[in-house]
């Protein structure tokens, strides 16, 4: 554990740099060295004050005099570079290091501490009650457990790792006795979530499932006798399974996220597309079934989005993320409500209110659902700034308002989340998730791809929604911004430096023209989205609508583009140089409108009942013929160069895959059946995401992901 207490002295500071800088992961990298070596040696130099990013560009990275951090990223980048090997460093060769060197985010000034309580620091510890510290063995960060109430931290309690795994390990669920723990894991090497269990004390786990398909989110039934869980064999739906193994029975179809009543009579649940934004039509619907009678009952009808039920300590009410369906702007809407069962209406929360308050980021893609309900509190996963921690919240019984009365229980830099709480303790997963830029070599006109996946960005930090040129030679994406935030950068591809070029405000959705010249973006102003289009070099942006949901395609000529307005009834080409709006589609809740290469025909995805249905318009021509009809998780990813070919990403394995559907526009037909061109099985991967923009060009097919190792871990909290 690394005591920020102590204080190194220079010579073991130094002594600490020289193992660092001679380790394999720093020998092969000159530039990080040196960087490195710099920061370091003006620290204890007492120059701490100086360590500024144009500094860093002139001195260690001889930019020159006209250096323009803004425009060239190159500081940034590289000590998210160097921030990524440390971490490294510390949790292989360095483990064992008594002094420890980091590099805190949104700073260049690095931190020295000695990885040992010692008695230098004991000495301060007066105003800390009873801080205990616990080492996080996977990335070196320390976790503490706090009571966070008014002004002051008090009761830390030390975190406990339950499970090592190199993959994917989470979902935990902890028996109602707190002895046996639950979880899913893809250690099994088969590519796959599989269910396990193990004791809390010790001993070796149990593989419960073998599934060919995916197995996630088990909860223990009261007496600690069953498991139910979510699987996608045989289509998707709940199962039970005994504790110590035998053959999973299915509950019910469908479904996700179960959770056993407190009595162990009933099972909640909930239905709908995970990737869909909370707040959109048919985002969600919950449940609850009876042991054995396999009859779903649905509560909170009447609400858009209805998702992720947590029992109330009685029984009598499920707590759950919703929002009505007549709610007005999503963002006031979205909260936790309470459904009795015995048929009242839900009650609102009051909960978003007071984590907005508090400094929580809570937007429309960004919310956090409940936890556990435990008691008066309930405990969640929620973020505050750069990362996602267990806190937990006061709920009266009798009203089911929020009391406002809350407490951080988790300090860690990633993401811990999925509580479960037994007694005094309360079991997560904790994730350093990544998300990277990659692109896969494909031949677009025959759907086929031609060679292996090659990664586009490295930073440790979050690179997102990939847009191409249109000879796929120039990307352009999103970037991390300290404070949560984000800005827009360009690189060429492959291997090319790349450079922000939007970094003011809060820029949503940029898509790359066809040139690479010009990059449209939308800003939330005054509760509408404002489109601008802003000229790379220039730096000058303008205003060309003021009504558009989402952009999906540049016309080819560059001088149009596909809007869906915000009303989500319809799809309209604007003219980027005069603004004006021509319809080629209405009707229904539009979702996708993607543009042939010619011009001629749109894709269009409509939501209907938590499913998508696709279908073609053509220019001039009346009425549409379908295509595909997915779920909501699936999405239009474009055409091929010749028009022969649509591409989709379709979840029909229980991942999202790269699908493409061969058609004929002009004739108003498919040709042959959808077929797989692309498979995206790593647990660890997480799904893939695309940007509404230019995703295939040039030969290449370009998507985000993010590599995602996880764990389980254990607290106990008072």
């Not at 009650?129 to 030390?158: D, E, H, K, N, W």
């Not at 459904?339 to 508090?358: C, I, N, Q, Y």
């Not at 053509?618 to 295509?627: A, N, Q, Y």
Request: proline letters at 6%; a neutral charge; charged letters at 25%.
């Amino acid at each position: 554990m690394t005591d920020p207490l102590v204080k190194p002295a220079p010579e073991e500071v130094r002594a600490e740099l020289k193992r660092v800088l001679a380790a394999p992961t720093f020998v092969s990298s000159e530039r990080l060295s040196t960087l490195l070596r710099f920061i370091v040696e003006e620290t204890l130099a007492g120059r701490s004050n100086e360590l500024k990013e144009y500094t860093l560009g002139v001195e260690v990275f001889e930019r020159g005099a006209d250096f323009a951090p803004k425009i060239d990223p190159i500081v940034r980048i590289s000590a998210g570079k160097l921030r990524h090997k440390l971490l490294e460093y510390y949790e292989g060769p360095g483990a064992h290091d008594v002094v420890r060197i980091s590099v805190p985010k949104g700073s260049y000034v690095p931190v020295f501490a000695e990885a040992r309580a010692t008695t230098r620091a004991r000495a301060h510890r007066g105003f800390y009650a009873a801080m205990f510290t616990a080492v996080l063995l996977a990335g070196g960060i320390g976790m503490y457990v706090a009571r966070a109430r008014g002004s002051g931290a008090i009761g830390r309690q030390p975190v406990i790792r339950l499970t090592s795994d190199a993959g994917l390990t989470g979902y935990p669920a902890l028996s109602r006795d707190g002895r046996m723990l639950a979880y899913t894991s893809d250690r099994s090497g088969d590519g796959k979530l599989d269910l396990w269990v193990q004791q809390v004390a010790g001993g070796s786990p149990l593989r419960l499932t073998r599934s060919k398909e995916n197995e996630d989110s088990p909860d223990f039934s009261p007496d600690g006798s069953q498991i139910v869980f979510h699987s996608q064999r045989e289509g998707g739906g709940i199962y039970v399974i005994d504790t110590l193994g035998g053959e999973p029975r299915r509950l019910i179809a469908g479904g996700r996220n179960p959770r056993w009543s407190p009595d162990g009579k009933r099972i909640a649940y909930w239905e709908g597309p995970t990737m869909t934004l909370p707040g959109s039509s048919h985002a969600g619907r919950i449940f609850t079934v009876a042991m054995g009678d396999g009859n779903p009952h649905a509560l909170a009808a009447d609400f858009s989005t209805a998702r992720a039920p947590v029992w109330s300590p009685d029984g009598r009410a499920l707590m759950f993320l919703g929002r009505r369906e007549d709610a007005g702007p999503v963002e006031q809407g979205l909260d936790w409500w309470v459904a009795p069962l015995d048929g009242s209406p839900p009650v609102r929360t009051g909960a978003f209110e007071v984590l907005r308050k508090a400094g929580f980021g809570i937007t429309v893609g960004n919310v956090g659902e409940p936890g556990t309900w435990v008691g008066d509190r309930v405990v969640f996963g929620g973020r505050m700034g750069d990362s996602v921690n267990l806190w937990r919240i006061g709920v009266s019984a009798k009203t089911y308002r929020v009391t406002g009365d809350l407490e951080r229980l988790t300090f860690g830099t990633g993401t811990e989340q999925f509580p479960s709480v037994a007694g005094e303790r309360i079991a997560f997963a904790s994730t350093q998730p990544n998300f990277d830029i990659w692109s896969v070599p494909l031949d677009a006109d025959r759907g086929v791809v031609t060679g292996a996946a090659e990664q586009l960005t490295r930073d440790p930090s979050h690179e997102t929604w990939p847009t191409l040129s249109a000879d796929g030679r120039q990307m352009a994406y999103f970037g991390p911004r300290p404070g949560n935030r984000v800005e827009v950068l360009t690189k060429p591809i492959p291997d090319g430096a790349a450079r922000a070029v939007i970094t003011e405000g809060s820029p949503l959705f940029p898509m790359l023209s066809p040139d690479a010249t010009r990059i449209l973006y939308l800003m939330e102003e005054n509760k509408q989205r404002i489109a601008y289009l802003f000229t790379i070099g220039s730096g000058v942006r303008r205003m060309i609508a003021d009504d558009c949901w989402l952009f999906f395609d540049w016309t080819a000529d560059g001088h149009g583009i596909v809007a869906i307005t915000m009303d989500r009834h319809r799809a309209v080409l604007v003219n980027v140089e005069s603004g004006e709006q021509r319809e080629i589609a209405r009707g229904g809740t539009l979702s996708y409108a993607r543009l042939s290469p010619d011009g001629k025909s749109v894709v269009l995805g409509r939501a209907a009942g938590g499913r998508l249905r696709f279908s073609i318009a053509r220019d001039g021509e009346s009425g549409e013929f379908p295509v595909i009809e997915g779920n909501g998780n699936d999405v239009a990813a474009g055409w091929s160069p010749g028009g022969s070919l649509v591409y989709f990403l379709l979840q029909r394995d229980g991942n999202r895959c790269l699908w493409a559907q061969r058609v004929e526009p002009a004739k108003r037909r498919l040709v042959g059946e959808a077929f797989a061109v692309q498979h995206f099985h790593k647990m660890t991967q997480g799904f893939i995401r695309l940007s509404t923009g230019r995703v295939i060009g040039g030969g290449r097919f370009v998507y985000s992901s993010s590599e995602s190792p996880s764990n389980v871990w254990m607290t106990t909290v008072k």
